[in-house]
């Protein structure tokens, strides 16, 4: 069975920054393609980051591109999410997610991901 737990999470200031992790198990990581999600209260659930199998296609949203940094260390069954210059509008729950399709460009549509972890928040102070 193929669990996804992310951590890293917390509250820090505008212009700070947090690493978010996530720890696949179950298969190993090189089985997906990997995206982060994020939650803020009152909407939609929206894309942030996804990188695929072998680490050749990154893609990021506009919002987030520049700032964040998604990466992969298959060795370790960890993605990860650096997130830099954070600000308030970035506030929500993250969600890491597993895709079995193992593409050659990434995809930033949530339904075509497989797996989901419970989340980690993440909250921005003006």
């Known amino acids: 069975q193929v669990q996804l737990v992310e951590s890293g999470g917390g509250l820090v200031q505008a212009g700070g920054s947090l690493r978010l992790s996530c720890v696949v198990s179950g298969r190993t990581l090189t089985s997906y393609d990997m995206g982060w999600f994020r939650q803020a209260p009152g909407k939609e659930r929206e894309f942030v980051a996804a990188?695929?199998?072998?680490?050749?296609?990154?893609y990021y949203s506009d919002s987030v591109k520049g700032r964040f940094t998604i990466s992969r260390d298959n060795a370790e069954n960890t993605v990860y999410l650096q997130m830099n210059s954070l600000k308030p509008e970035d506030t929500a729950v993250y969600y890491c997610?597993?895709?079995?399709?193992?593409?050659?460009?990434?995809?930033?549509?949530?339904?075509?991901?497989?797996?989901w972890g419970q989340g980690t928040q993440v909250t921005v102070s003006s």
């Open positions: 997610a597993a895709s079995t399709r193992r593409t050659a460009v990434v995809s930033a549509t949530s339904r075509l991901y497989d797996y």
């Open positions: 990188i695929n199998w072998r680490g050749t296609s990154i």
